[in-house]
């Protein structure tokens, strides 16, 4: 009683607001609008119960392709169905001539149910009528259920006479007379037709549209005491749309969202789209995701679908797999055959969780079958199937399924085609003919991947004889259409140009592919804009919003890339050794996670620092051979062979393992130089376009020139000049060319050929390099070597922070093939502290070339620390030396105790000059030892000893 009392009360409130505030509409700028928020009232207990699912027809035939004849269905289900097509749907396309046609046949078969069906059908002739008769017919329907007493056909014969009615039936006063009649007859629809109707009328009195509008505003609250809690959202569209009320966004969301509460799955559908949409001030996702996730359960497949790919993507939601098959499965379920490809796309594994091939084609099947599927479905298919260990049956098929979407016009179906049979290419060189001509029509079409995937092939002469300028040719023109990673490319090769508005280019095609999400584009510019290098300006913003974009990726495989990208360019750039050990160690973290990569690359970081010890790189290609990696396999494989006191056969094992997973490197490794067969083996190898990157080319070249045949030195030659040809904006790649040079892979004559390379790769980062120049320099392999130039790019490297550079000049002065003097051997001892390399015989040296005046001026108090450092280091005759000094006071303060302490450890040491003079000291005694008979016949002894040792 008391919710009755309210409900009058709310009424009262209604009318009385009506009257006294001015309404706003795009009709008339006085119409009135309802000032109150929606009742507060509890709906579940007020209104009629929502049913917890929607029921749907099941869908077990596509009726625009089926004879209807006698309909199997109840006599509900037939309206439910006519009206889902005379609407559309989410699950079927919209035919009114269907409609008609079920209703038809229910009315013949139910025909007791007739009431039923009249008006339905009715409304379907009205919109699929084509002849007067037909209208005719559906106005008879209507104006016989009005006449027995249905209120609603006054509503819709007020419809069929109006201004959105058919226009051979339009008689708007017929239309006012039965709209009223509805209105009359409180049916809220009616009631806001009529109102619509009075407001559009210029004659009709202000009086009578405020009259109007409110008895309809005031019928639709007056449905909740009824219980027809429907009247919330109506009153919500109504302030959506700005239909007879002024528009008002957050008003409409208010009386929706009351609704919502009522359970109605269609409402919360209806809210979850306008939460995310730009009707509203601010997008609010939670919201929307929690309403569709309520129209979900409430049986709506749209929200199902929606809320399936939401759990399948991980957007807007945490992915979950297991949600988002449940949720999709219901989808296909209630016939929306868009599901089904979600469903496929899930269970090949497209967004990780793995494959299930079982799974995955049925539903590809009857997304292939879908009259309206997408143009993706046959590219998805296609691939799915050609996809990892696939059998000759499926590669049959998806190259049959994906020629049919080529044939229609779809370049991506020719792309697709076109990398399948690249891969097959590979064991087959016949089958690369054919991915070239189905990648030349992708992209002649304009496909952004058949260009770049042309300029593979012709980078690795993959079906046409190698040619870098067709290679640029086609990764321009991918640029062009799109390609990402080649705008990344034609970047680099701008970079190289001499004239700076090319390099300018450059640049900014470097910049667009790293808004574009290329990881090495990422890495390429974060680095150099951090540090304003390579024609970079530094520029802090923009790195911070790259870094920002890199951090808010979805992929994320994609973020892990970029971030190792970022890592190896910050390393290129830096110029002190410790600056590359902070990059080398910012690793460690994605290492810790499993990232095989990371761990590669952390391989590869040190040996370019020249901080790669054997034991460090062992223990890193082992975990990698261990994890299953190629890479790992090759290089641990190479590590085993190369160490005499292993078993060869492991070290093979391990290469074969490689190649078997298609290491092309370890491919080439496995050929015996001695095999009379091998330059067939290496021809058949390089045939399939395997050597594509410039380090693969040289490695090529290098097993090459290893072998006997002369010819086999001509095609040496051949890949190491093209090589050279490619390798540009890389300093690993220079160093590779650079270094095969050297190694005589061209022969002997031309090893000087590496220098320009190796300084080339140094200015674009890689300091190591310098001890690569250096060397060249002490054994006279470049044009102009010298010592002093071998020293110039030792103390560069030095200077870097590089110990070994530091040992490598001292090791160098040492053996006087590189002039100094004794501050600068000191100023390196300072630095390399107790890392010093074999001091024992390098200072020992150093500390005779001063004092035979070869290692600038006569420094005895360096000598003495010399000699003493390399005495601690193990050094017999640096202790003799010292023995000698503190003997007779020669640079040092004369002090005979630790002189005999020196000269007993060189005799202890081996030095058997030593021995003879303890044993003549002890025998006859000398100032600061006394004569001792036994001490003298022991050391006389071990004297003789040694010198027959000798």
Not at 370 to 391: I, K, M, Q, T
Not at 395 to 423: F, P, R
Request: glycine letters at 8%.
């Amino acid at each position: 009683m008391r919710k009755f009392h309210f409900h009058q009360n709310l009424v009262a409130a209604v009318a009385v607001a009506a009257a006294s505030v001015g309404f706003a509409t795009a009709v008339r700028a006085d119409n009135p609008v309802i000032p109150l928020d929606p009742p507060n009232l509890d709906y579940k207990a007020v209104c009629k119960p929502v049913t917890d699912q929607i029921k749907r027809v099941k869908l077990d035939r596509d009726w625009t392709k089926s004879p209807i004849g006698d309909v199997n269905l109840s006599a509900q289900d037939v309206i439910a169905l006519a009206f889902e097509y005379g609407r559309g749907s989410e699950r079927v396309q919209k035919s009114p001539a269907v409609a008609e046609e079920l209703l038809r046949a229910g009315l013949k078969k139910y025909p007791t149910k007739r009431d039923i069906f009249i008006i339905p059908l009715a409304r379907a002739l009205m919109e699929n009528g084509s002849t007067v008769d037909e209208l005719r017919e559906a106005e008879s329907y209507l104006l016989d259920a009005y006449g027995s007493g249905n209120t609603r056909a006054a509503f819709v014969l007020g419809q069929f006479y109006g201004d959105e009615g058919p226009s051979e039936m339009r008689d708007l006063t017929k239309s006012r007379f039965y709209l009223e009649k509805s209105a009359l007859a409180s049916d809220p629809q009616g009631m806001i037709e009529y109102a619509r109707i009075i407001t559009l009328d210029p004659q009709a009195p202000d009086d009578q549209k405020k009259s109007a509008v409110t008895n309809a505003l005031l019928g639709l609250v007056s449905q909740v005491k009824q219980g027809d809690c429907s009247a919330l959202s109506q009153i919500g569209f109504l302030y959506l749309r700005g239909n007879l009320v002024s528009k008002e966004v957050n008003t409409a969301l208010k009386w929706l969202e009351a609704f919502a509460k009522t359970g109605d799955p269609r409402t919360a559908q209806n809210l979850a789209e306008l939460y995310r949409s730009n009707q509203i001030d601010q997008i609010d996702i939670q919201k929307s995701i929690s309403y569709l996730k309520q129209a979900a359960e409430g049986g709506m497949s749209s929200a199902q679908f929606s809320l399936g790919k939401a759990y399948a993507t991980g957007i807007s939601v945490p992915q979950d797999f297991k949600l988002a098959v449940k949720y999709l499965t219901a989808a296909s379920e209630a016939g929306l055959r868009p599901a089904d490809e979600w469903l496929a796309r899930i269970y090949s594994g497209e967004f990780g969780g793995g494959r299930d091939e079982a799974k995955a084609k049925p539903y590809f099947d009857r997304a292939m079958e879908a009259p309206d599927r997408s143009e993706d479905v046959p590219l998805r298919y296609g691939e799915f199937l050609a996809g990892s260990d696939a059998s000759k049956d499926d590669i049959e098929k998806a190259v049959k399924i994906l020629q049919a979407a080529a044939a229609a016009g779809s370049s991506d179906a020719s792309d697709e085609i076109g990398k399948i049979y690249l891969a097959m290419g590979r064991k087959d060189p016949n089958y690369l003919n054919e991915a070239m001509q189905f990648f030349s029509d992708a992209a002649m079409a304009g496909n952004s991947d058949g260009a770049a995937k042309l300029a593979g092939m012709f980078a690795c002469g993959q079906g046409a004889p190698i040619s870098v300028e067709l290679a640029n040719d086609w990764r321009h023109k991918a640029a062009i259409f799109g390609s990402v990673y080649s705008i990344y490319v034609t970047g680099l090769n701008m970079m190289t140009k001499a004239e700076e508005a090319e390099r300018a280019k450059g640049r900014v095609y470097l910049q667009q592919a790293a808004f574009k999400g290329s990881p090495d584009a990422i890495g390429y510019v974060v680095a150099r804009w951090e540090t304003g290098t390579n024609s970079f300006e530094r520029n802090p913003e923009a790195t911070q919003r790259l870094l920002h974009f890199v951090s808010s990726l979805q992929d994320k495989e994609q973020q892990r890339l970029a971030q190792l990208s970022i890592i190896g360019n910050r390393f290129d750039v830096a110029t002190k050794l410790n600056d590359k050990l902070v990059q080398i160690a910012a690793l460690d973290p994605l290492i810790s996670t499993g990232d095989r990569d990371a761990l590669m690359l952390k391989a590869q970081l040190l040996q370019r620092a020249g901080q790669a010890t054997p034991a460090a790189l062992n223990d890193i290609y082992k975990k990698l051979a261990d994890l299953g990696d190629p890479r790992g396999m090759r290089e641990y494989g190479k590590i085993l062979l190369a160490d005499l006191s292993q078993d060869s056969t492991s070290g093979r094992a391990w290469l074969q393992k490689a190649a078997d997973a298609g290491d092309f490197k370890a491919k080439i490794s496995l050929v015996d130089p001695g095999d009379p067969n091998a330059l067939q083996s290496l021809a058949k190898i390089s045939a399939a376009g395997e050597a594509c990157t410039v380090d693969a080319i040289v490695n090529l070249a290098r097993v090459y020139s290893t072998l006997p045949d002369p010819q086999a030195k001509n095609l040496a030659r051949y890949w190491l000049s093209l090589a050279e040809s490619m390798s540009d904006q890389d300093a690993d790649d220079l160093y590779a060319v650079g270094a095969a040079f050297r190694d005589g892979v061209d022969g002997v004559d031309n090893r000087a050929k590496a220098e320009d390379f190796f300084l080339r790769s140094y200015d674009l980062g890689r300091i190591s390099v310098l001890r690569d120049l250096a060397e060249g320099h002490l054994q006279g392999m470049w044009t102009d070597s010298s010592p002093e130039k071998a020293k110039e790019e030792l103390l560069k490297l030095y200077a870097s922070g590089d110990k070994d550079a530091a040992n490598k000049l001292i090791s160098e002065i040492a053996d006087e093939r590189i002039a100094s003097i004794p501050s600068e051997v000191n100023e390196l001892l300072i630095f390399l502290g107790p890392d010093v390399s074999a001091p024992g015989k390098y200072l020992l040296k150093i500390a005779r070339l001063n004092i035979d005046g070869k290692l600038g001026k006569r420094d005895d108090a360096a000598i003495i620390r010399w000699l003493t450092t390399s005495a601690k280091g193990g050094e017999p005759n640096a202790m003799y030396r010292l023995y000698q000094a503190y003997f007779f006071g020669s640079g040092i303060t004369k002090d005979t105790s630790t002189a005999f302490e020196w000269l007993t450890k060189s005799a202890e040491a081996g030095n058997s000059k030593a021995a003879r003079e303890l044993a003549i000291a002890y025998k006859v005694g000398v100032a600061g030892l006394n004569p001792d008979p036994e001490k003298a016949v022991y050391w006389d002894g071990k004297y003789r000893s040694m010198s027959a040792g000798q």
